[in-house]
Protein backbone atom coordinates (compact mmCIF):
# COMPACT_ATOMS: atom_id res chain seq x y z
CA UNK A 1 0.00 0.00 0.00
CA UNK A 2 1.24 3.46 -0.78
CA UNK A 3 1.93 5.73 2.19
CA UNK A 4 -1.21 8.17 3.37
CA UNK A 5 1.30 11.32 2.08
CA UNK A 6 0.86 9.84 -1.49
CA UNK A 7 -2.69 8.56 -1.94
CA UNK A 8 -4.61 11.83 0.33
CA UNK A 9 -5.48 9.94 3.61
CA UNK A 10 -6.01 11.86 6.21
CA UNK A 11 -6.31 9.83 10.05
CA UNK A 12 -8.07 11.55 12.39
CA UNK A 13 -6.74 10.12 16.37
CA UNK A 14 -8.78 10.87 19.40
CA UNK A 15 -6.74 9.72 22.28
CA UNK A 16 -6.97 10.97 25.87
CA UNK A 17 -3.91 9.74 27.05
CA UNK A 18 -0.87 12.10 26.28
CA UNK A 19 1.90 9.71 26.15
CA UNK A 20 -0.08 7.16 24.37
CA UNK A 21 -1.51 9.53 21.82
CA UNK A 22 1.95 11.27 21.23
CA UNK A 23 3.52 7.92 20.03
CA UNK A 24 0.72 6.73 17.58
CA UNK A 25 0.91 10.01 15.94
CA UNK A 26 4.31 10.19 15.97
CA UNK A 27 4.46 6.21 14.66
CA UNK A 28 2.31 7.02 11.66
CA UNK A 29 3.83 10.58 10.59
CA UNK A 30 7.26 8.85 10.41
CA UNK A 31 5.64 6.45 8.19
CA UNK A 32 4.31 9.01 5.66
CA UNK A 33 0.45 9.02 7.49
CA UNK A 34 -0.93 12.59 7.44
CA UNK A 35 -2.32 12.16 11.46
CA UNK A 36 -4.34 14.98 13.39
CA UNK A 37 -4.76 14.19 17.19
CA UNK A 38 -6.81 15.52 19.89
CA UNK A 39 -7.70 14.61 23.67
CA UNK A 40 -11.55 14.21 23.90
CA UNK A 41 -14.22 13.27 22.24
CA UNK A 42 -15.87 17.16 21.72
CA UNK A 43 -12.12 17.88 19.85
CA UNK A 44 -12.93 14.83 18.19
CA UNK A 45 -16.57 15.68 16.68
CA UNK A 46 -15.30 19.34 15.67
CA UNK A 47 -12.91 18.15 13.97
CA UNK A 48 -14.44 15.73 11.96
CA UNK A 49 -17.55 18.07 11.04
CA UNK A 50 -14.41 21.29 10.04
CA UNK A 51 -12.28 18.41 7.65
CA UNK A 52 -12.71 15.44 5.67
CA UNK A 53 -10.98 12.36 6.82
CA UNK A 54 -10.98 8.69 5.73
CA UNK A 55 -10.08 7.04 9.05
CA UNK A 56 -10.62 7.84 12.99
CA UNK A 57 -8.59 5.89 15.39
CA UNK A 58 -10.50 6.58 18.38
CA UNK A 59 -9.88 5.12 22.00
CA UNK A 60 -13.44 3.31 23.93
CA UNK A 61 -13.02 5.66 26.75
CA UNK A 62 -12.56 9.15 26.29
CA UNK A 63 -12.43 10.67 29.50
CA UNK A 64 -15.35 8.95 30.35
CA UNK A 65 -17.44 9.91 26.69
CA UNK A 66 -18.00 7.00 25.10
CA UNK A 67 -15.71 6.83 21.74
CA UNK A 68 -18.71 4.54 20.09
CA UNK A 69 -20.70 7.35 20.52
CA UNK A 70 -17.85 9.91 19.59
CA UNK A 71 -17.45 7.83 16.30
CA UNK A 72 -21.14 7.63 15.56
CA UNK A 73 -21.35 11.34 15.69
CA UNK A 74 -18.55 11.84 13.60
CA UNK A 75 -20.16 9.40 10.58
CA UNK A 76 -22.63 11.48 10.41
CA UNK A 77 -20.62 14.22 8.97
CA UNK A 78 -19.01 11.42 7.05
CA UNK A 79 -20.76 8.55 6.39
CA UNK A 80 -17.68 6.94 4.61
CA UNK A 81 -15.21 7.31 7.36
CA UNK A 82 -13.56 4.46 8.42
CA UNK A 83 -13.52 3.67 12.19
CA UNK A 84 -10.88 1.49 14.11
CA UNK A 85 -11.21 1.05 18.40
CA UNK A 86 -8.51 0.70 20.75
CA UNK A 87 -10.09 -1.04 24.02
CA UNK A 88 -8.40 -2.69 27.15
CA UNK A 89 -8.91 -6.34 27.59
CA UNK A 90 -11.66 -8.07 28.83
CA UNK A 91 -14.50 -5.08 27.62
CA UNK A 92 -15.86 -8.20 24.82
CA UNK A 93 -19.30 -6.96 25.01
CA UNK A 94 -18.16 -3.28 23.95
CA UNK A 95 -15.84 -4.71 21.53
CA UNK A 96 -18.71 -6.66 19.55
CA UNK A 97 -20.92 -3.15 19.93
CA UNK A 98 -18.62 -1.55 18.35
CA UNK A 99 -18.43 -4.12 15.49
CA UNK A 100 -22.59 -4.00 15.05
CA UNK A 101 -21.95 -0.21 14.76
CA UNK A 102 -20.33 -0.49 11.99
CA UNK A 103 -16.47 -0.21 13.34
CA UNK A 104 -13.99 -1.51 10.84
CA UNK A 105 -11.86 -3.12 13.63
CA UNK A 106 -10.04 -2.65 16.95
CA UNK A 107 -7.33 -2.99 19.02
CA UNK A 108 -6.19 -4.25 22.83
CA UNK A 109 -4.39 -2.33 25.12
CA UNK A 110 -1.16 -2.59 25.67
CA UNK A 111 -1.22 -1.33 22.08
CA UNK A 112 0.86 -3.20 19.78
CA UNK A 113 2.01 -0.42 17.16
CA UNK A 114 2.38 -3.20 14.34
CA UNK A 115 -0.76 -4.71 14.50
CA UNK A 116 -2.58 -1.31 14.72
CA UNK A 117 -0.26 -0.04 11.48
CA UNK A 118 -1.52 -3.84 9.71
CA UNK A 119 -5.39 -2.61 10.76
CA UNK A 120 -4.99 0.73 9.47
CA UNK A 121 -3.71 -0.34 6.17
CA UNK A 122 -6.62 -2.77 5.31
CA UNK A 123 -9.14 -0.01 6.57
CA UNK A 124 -7.58 2.52 4.49
CA UNK A 125 -7.31 -0.51 1.33
CA UNK A 126 -11.24 -0.72 1.90
CA UNK A 127 -11.23 3.13 2.12
CA UNK A 128 -9.80 3.22 -1.38
CA UNK A 129 -11.70 0.17 -2.81
CA UNK A 130 -14.83 2.01 -2.17
CA UNK A 131 -13.47 5.25 -3.71
CA UNK A 132 -12.59 3.33 -6.69
CA UNK A 133 -16.25 1.69 -7.26
CA UNK A 134 -17.75 5.38 -6.86
CA UNK A 135 -15.80 7.03 -9.02
CA UNK A 136 -16.44 3.63 -11.79
CA UNK A 137 -20.27 4.26 -10.50
CA UNK A 138 -20.00 8.12 -11.74
CA UNK A 139 -17.80 7.51 -14.94
CA UNK A 140 -18.34 6.83 -18.50
CA UNK A 141 -15.43 4.35 -19.70
CA UNK A 142 -15.20 6.05 -23.26
CA UNK A 143 -14.31 9.67 -22.09
CA UNK A 144 -13.78 9.83 -18.91
CA UNK A 145 -16.15 12.30 -18.00
CA UNK A 146 -18.53 11.99 -15.93
CA UNK A 147 -21.85 10.25 -16.73
CA UNK A 148 -25.75 11.31 -17.12
CA UNK A 149 -26.35 9.67 -13.63
CA UNK A 150 -24.03 11.63 -12.06
CA UNK A 151 -25.27 14.72 -14.17
CA UNK A 152 -28.47 14.85 -12.55
CA UNK A 153 -27.15 14.35 -9.09
CA UNK A 154 -24.84 17.28 -9.52
CA UNK A 155 -27.39 19.72 -11.16
CA UNK A 156 -29.62 19.24 -8.44
CA UNK A 157 -27.02 19.95 -5.94
CA UNK A 158 -26.13 23.31 -7.96
CA UNK A 159 -29.46 24.46 -8.72
CA UNK A 160 -30.30 24.11 -4.90
CA UNK A 161 -26.63 26.11 -4.31
CA UNK A 162 -27.70 28.37 -6.83
CA UNK A 163 -31.17 29.47 -5.44
CA UNK A 164 -29.90 29.59 -1.52
CA UNK A 165 -26.75 31.45 -2.20
CA UNK A 166 -28.58 33.83 -4.96
CA UNK A 167 -25.50 32.89 -7.24
CA UNK A 168 -26.16 32.49 -11.33
CA UNK A 169 -25.95 29.04 -12.77
CA UNK A 170 -25.73 27.57 -16.53
CA UNK A 171 -25.80 25.07 -18.98
CA UNK A 172 -24.02 24.34 -22.14
CA UNK A 173 -25.36 21.37 -24.31
CA UNK A 174 -23.71 20.14 -26.77
CA UNK A 175 -23.94 17.93 -29.88
CA UNK A 176 -21.20 16.91 -32.16
CA UNK A 177 -22.54 17.05 -35.84
CA UNK A 178 -22.71 15.05 -38.33
CA UNK A 179 -21.15 12.18 -36.38
CA UNK A 180 -23.60 9.38 -37.49
CA UNK A 181 -22.44 10.01 -40.90
CA UNK A 182 -18.72 10.07 -39.37
CA UNK A 183 -18.95 6.71 -37.64
CA UNK A 184 -20.77 5.15 -40.31
CA UNK A 185 -18.04 6.24 -42.86
CA UNK A 186 -14.77 5.46 -40.53
CA UNK A 187 -16.24 2.94 -38.38
CA UNK A 188 -16.48 2.55 -34.17
CA UNK A 189 -13.40 2.92 -33.31
CA UNK A 190 -12.71 5.98 -35.01
CA UNK A 191 -15.44 7.63 -33.91
CA UNK A 192 -14.93 6.55 -30.18
CA UNK A 193 -11.79 8.46 -30.77
CA UNK A 194 -13.28 11.36 -31.53
CA UNK A 195 -15.73 11.38 -28.87
CA UNK A 196 -12.92 11.43 -26.57
CA UNK A 197 -10.95 14.35 -28.25
CA UNK A 198 -14.18 16.04 -27.83
CA UNK A 199 -14.00 14.94 -24.13
CA UNK A 200 -9.90 16.39 -24.39
CA UNK A 201 -11.26 19.93 -25.25
CA UNK A 202 -14.20 20.36 -22.69
CA UNK A 203 -11.94 19.29 -19.72
CA UNK A 204 -9.58 22.35 -20.92
CA UNK A 205 -12.48 24.59 -21.30
CA UNK A 206 -13.87 24.31 -17.97
CA UNK A 207 -12.83 26.86 -15.16
CA UNK A 208 -10.30 24.03 -12.73
CA UNK A 209 -12.71 22.71 -9.62
CA UNK A 210 -15.77 24.95 -10.81
CA UNK A 211 -17.61 23.68 -13.68
CA UNK A 212 -17.98 20.08 -14.56
CA UNK A 213 -18.28 18.18 -17.58
CA UNK A 214 -20.66 14.90 -18.34
CA UNK A 215 -20.97 12.48 -21.20
CA UNK A 216 -25.07 12.77 -21.47
CA UNK A 217 -24.96 9.97 -24.28
CA UNK A 218 -23.97 8.96 -27.38
CA UNK A 219 -22.64 12.19 -29.36
CA UNK A 220 -24.01 14.39 -27.07
CA UNK A 221 -22.21 16.17 -23.73
CA UNK A 222 -23.40 18.64 -20.72
CA UNK A 223 -21.55 21.40 -18.79
CA UNK A 224 -22.89 22.43 -15.57
CA UNK A 225 -21.26 25.74 -14.83
CA UNK A 226 -21.74 27.52 -10.90
CA UNK A 227 -21.59 31.22 -11.20
CA UNK A 228 -21.54 31.68 -14.50
CA UNK A 229 -24.21 33.88 -16.13
CA UNK A 230 -24.84 33.70 -19.56
CA UNK A 231 -21.69 35.54 -20.96
CA UNK A 232 -18.94 33.69 -19.24
CA UNK A 233 -20.89 30.51 -20.74
CA UNK A 234 -20.50 31.51 -24.05
CA UNK A 235 -17.04 32.02 -23.23
CA UNK A 236 -16.46 28.86 -22.04
CA UNK A 237 -18.15 27.49 -25.21
CA UNK A 238 -16.20 29.67 -27.32
CA UNK A 239 -12.95 28.41 -25.85
CA UNK A 240 -14.76 24.47 -26.89
CA UNK A 241 -14.85 25.90 -30.25
CA UNK A 242 -11.42 27.21 -30.28
CA UNK A 243 -9.60 24.09 -28.75
CA UNK A 244 -11.87 21.65 -31.16
CA UNK A 245 -10.57 23.28 -34.15
CA UNK A 246 -6.75 23.22 -32.78
CA UNK A 247 -7.87 19.10 -32.65
CA UNK A 248 -8.12 19.33 -35.97
CA UNK A 249 -10.93 16.21 -36.14
CA UNK A 250 -12.86 17.45 -38.99
CA UNK A 251 -16.07 17.63 -37.05
CA UNK A 252 -18.51 21.01 -35.66
CA UNK A 253 -20.27 21.32 -32.64
CA UNK A 254 -23.94 22.66 -32.28
CA UNK A 255 -23.61 24.18 -28.73
CA UNK A 256 -27.03 25.42 -26.57
CA UNK A 257 -26.81 27.81 -23.55
CA UNK A 258 -28.99 28.64 -20.80
CA UNK A 259 -28.63 30.57 -17.84
CA UNK A 260 -30.87 28.09 -15.43
CA UNK A 261 -34.19 30.82 -13.95
CA UNK A 262 -34.48 31.50 -10.14
CA UNK A 263 -36.84 28.33 -9.42
CA UNK A 264 -36.76 26.40 -12.56
CA UNK A 265 -37.05 23.07 -11.77
CA UNK A 266 -34.83 20.39 -13.52
CA UNK A 267 -36.48 19.04 -16.66
CA UNK A 268 -37.56 23.11 -17.38
CA UNK A 269 -33.21 23.86 -17.14
CA UNK A 270 -32.58 20.71 -19.54
CA UNK A 271 -35.72 21.56 -21.80
CA UNK A 272 -34.13 25.33 -22.30
CA UNK A 273 -30.88 23.98 -22.97
CA UNK A 274 -31.99 21.62 -25.33
CA UNK A 275 -34.09 23.67 -27.41
CA UNK A 276 -31.01 26.12 -27.27
CA UNK A 277 -28.69 23.34 -29.23
CA UNK A 278 -32.05 21.92 -31.50
CA UNK A 279 -31.62 26.17 -32.66
CA UNK A 280 -28.08 25.16 -32.98
CA UNK A 281 -28.57 22.33 -35.45
CA UNK A 282 -31.00 24.55 -37.56
CA UNK A 283 -27.68 26.57 -38.91
CA UNK A 284 -26.23 23.49 -39.91
CA UNK A 285 -23.44 22.83 -37.37
CA UNK A 286 -20.39 24.76 -35.60
CA UNK A 287 -22.88 27.38 -33.78
CA UNK A 288 -23.61 28.59 -30.76
CA UNK A 289 -27.08 29.73 -29.61
CA UNK A 290 -28.90 30.69 -25.83
CA UNK A 291 -32.41 30.33 -24.83
CA UNK A 292 -32.86 33.69 -23.72
CA UNK A 293 -31.39 34.81 -27.71
CA UNK A 294 -32.08 31.78 -29.89
CA UNK A 295 -31.41 34.32 -33.30
Given at each position: ?????????????????D?????????F?????A???????NE??????G??YD???T????G?VD?????????????E????????Q?S??S???????GVW???????DL?????????????????R???????????????N????Y????????????????????L???D?F????????????????????????????????M???Y????F??????????SA?????????L??????????????N???RG?????????????M??????N???T???????
Amino acid sequence: MKKSSDCGYRILLAEDEDLLRWSIQRFFEKRGFAVESVKNGNEGVEKAAGGSYDLLITDLRLGGVDGLEVAAVCREHNPELQTIVITGQGSKESVIAALRQGVWDYVEKPLDLQRLLFTVEKALDKRRMERELVRLSRTDGLTGLYNQRYFYEILKVEMRRARRQNQTLSLILIDVDNFKEYNDLHGHLEGDEILARVALCLKKACRRDVDMAFRYGGDEFVLVLPGAGEPSACNIANRIVQLLEEESIGLSLSIGINEVKRGSEIREAMREADEAMYTAKQFNGNKTVTFSHPG
